[in-house]
């Protein structure tokens, strides 16, 4: 008949409030979930609001956000913001360390697209060469017929 008072009743998790803050963290709008779902921007803002939602749905909006059910349905908000400050001061350490590696492998945009215009022209200038040495044969062919024409 009397229960502890340190038992806290059972809450069932808000479907809708996870989707919406794993949405949110990621950076994504409304609108582009329901573009990659295939539902509407109205859909998702109902559905966020929703404590509950069909498996399948959870499922369809989990793959839009690159995500699996399981992880929203297990997401905790205070448990990520533990996680976010208690690694900070690490990632900052290593993040420098990270962004002098990664200065060897990640391109600049630029360089790539003068790379790829650099081949383009070098393929562009081949086949004007093909086309001169075409254009020239051509020519030798038609110089000898009129020559065996004029004998």
Known sequence: ???????????????????????????MKQMALADVTGMSQQN?????????MPEETLEKLAKGLGVTADFIKSFDEEKAVYNIQTNMTFNDQAGNVNYQLNQNTIHNPIEQVAELFEKLLRSEKEKVEILTNANQA???LVKQINEIRGS
């Open 44 to 52: 998702i803002s109902k559905l966020e609001q929703s404590e509950s």
């Open 138 to 140: 051509i020519q030798d």
């Open 1 to 27: 008949m009397f229960t502890d008072v340190d038992e806290k009743p059972k809450r069932t998790p808000h479907l809708g409030r996870k989707v919406q803050r794993v949405r949110e963290i990621i950076g």
